[in-house]
């Protein structure tokens, strides 16, 4: 595709429930990172893949939080046992080694 | 990276005027600085970047300034137009031989235009 594209673009779960965002970047991107955007705030770094490497999760706030990539494209950051706390936008961004990250659009998760 | 930013002020600005909007970073090792502007509902998308060997870069309308003494780094916005209304990141690679590249943003500052 011509950008990074997310699904779904809104997620409402209830609490306690595990929830699968999904990000397919720009074609080619080796680096793929994870933020989370509160409500008027800025964006928290949660994880990064780039190529081959072992990934960062040093911005992964709990255990509950994991995210994959598979066959270096593809990436789904799940969430398990929700909590209200988790409601935030999720972002997903990719680029090439140095450049510019490109953004997804995102997905809102509303955690009731 | 370092932390960059770390509050979201609002910036009221008239339409036609000039904007600037300020950012600060904490490592004196970053050499490349990314400014993003993000609407409401989008993701954010990149307006124009300047490396540590330059201090001052021009594009359309924009204009980024980079203060390494102070490690300050601005971006001023001209004629400003109500498609500009949005919250503007500065963000920070990090230092090059960082391993990480996590790319660190600042907290954003909001910018409304008014008619």
């Known amino acids: 595709g011509a950008g990074v594209s997310q699904s779904p673009s809104n997620k409402v779960t209830e609490k306690g429930k595990d929830v699968e965002l999904r990000c397919d970047p720009i074609?080619?991107?080796?680096?793929l990172y994870w933020y989370r955007q509160s409500l008027g705030q800025g964006l928290e770094f949660l994880i990064y893949?780039?190529?081959?490497?072992?990934?960062?999760k040093s911005g992964l706030p709990s255990d509950r939080f994991s995210a994959e990539r598979t066959g270096g494209s593809v990436s789904t950051l799940t969430i398990q046992r929700t909590q209200q706390e988790d409601s935030a936008v999720y972002l997903c961004?990719?680029?090439?080694?140095?450049?510019?990250?490109?953004f997804g659009s995102g997905t809102q998760l509303s955690v009731l | 990276g370092e932390s960059v930013g770390l509050h979201l002020p609002t910036l009221s600005v008239q339409e036609g005027d000039n904007s600037i909007i300020n950012c600060a970073y904490s490592?004196?090792?970053?050499?490349?600085f990314i400014w993003y502007k993000q609407e409401s509902g989008k993701g954010p998308q990149f307006i124009i970047d300047?490396?540590?060997?330059?201090d001052k870069r021009q594009g359309q309308r924009v204009t980024v300034l980079l203060n390494k003494t102070v490690k300050h780094l601005s971006l001023q916005i001209a004629a400003t137009q109500p498609g500009d209304s949005a919250v503007y990141f500065c963000?920070?690679?990090?230092?090059?031989?960082?391993?990480?590249?996590?790319?660190?943003f600042g907290g954003g500052t909001r910018v409304l235009v008014k008619p």
């Open positions: 963000a920070d690679p990090g230092p090059p031989d960082a391993a990480g590249n996590k790319l660190t």
């Open positions: 490592n004196s090792a970053s050499d490349y």
């Open positions: 074609s080619g991107h080796t680096a």
């Open positions: 893949f780039q190529g081959n490497s072992a990934p960062d």
């Open positions: 300047i490396r540590s060997n330059m």
């Open positions: 961004a990719s680029r090439t080694t140095n450049e510019k990250l490109f």
